[in-house]
């Protein structure tokens, strides 16, 4: 299972990115998080609703103090009810800055 997303990562990866590397990509993110996030989190305006009692990310991108970083970090850690989705430094900074996009 965990082999499986990290070849599965790392096609997405190789085929998926056009942009560089290193530049914060907020629309890439909003991609990424509408694959992988929106089973459990509302994650977008256009989304009726999701499974489960996360928050929706409208709601996490206000949080006081949850700034991009600290967002790129959490998503980068193993979190107990989250899988573990081994995102890229990368894929967590657009992530985060899709998050920090839908909050406004
Ligand atoms: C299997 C369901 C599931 C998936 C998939 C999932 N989440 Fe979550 N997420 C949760 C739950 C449940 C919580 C609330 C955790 C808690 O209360 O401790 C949460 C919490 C969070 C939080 C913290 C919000 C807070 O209250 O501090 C962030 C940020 C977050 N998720 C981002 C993401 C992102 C980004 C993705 C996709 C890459 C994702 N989640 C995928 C279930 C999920």
Redesign the pocket.
């Known amino acids: 299972m965990i082999r499986n997303s990290a070849i599965l990562l790392s096609l997405v990866a190789v085929m998926g990115l056009p942009h560089s590397a290193s530049a914060v990509d907020a629309a890439q993110g909003g991609v990424?998080?509408k694959r992988?996030?929106a089973?459990?989190?509302v994650v977008s305006a256009d989304q009726a609703s999701a499974?489960?009692?996360?928050?929706p990310?409208s709601t996490?991108g206000k949080?006081a103090g949850?700034d991009t970083a600290r967002?790129a970090l959490?998503?980068l850690l193993p979190?107990?009810?989250?899988?573990d989705?081994s995102?890229s430094r990368a894929e967590a900074a657009d992530?985060a800055a899709y998050?920090h996009s839908q909050g406004r």
């Open positions: 990424l998080a992988w996030c089973a459990c989190h499974g489960g009692q996360a928050a990310f996490i949080m949850l967002l959490f998503l979190h107990p009810k989250m899988p989705m995102l992530i998050i």
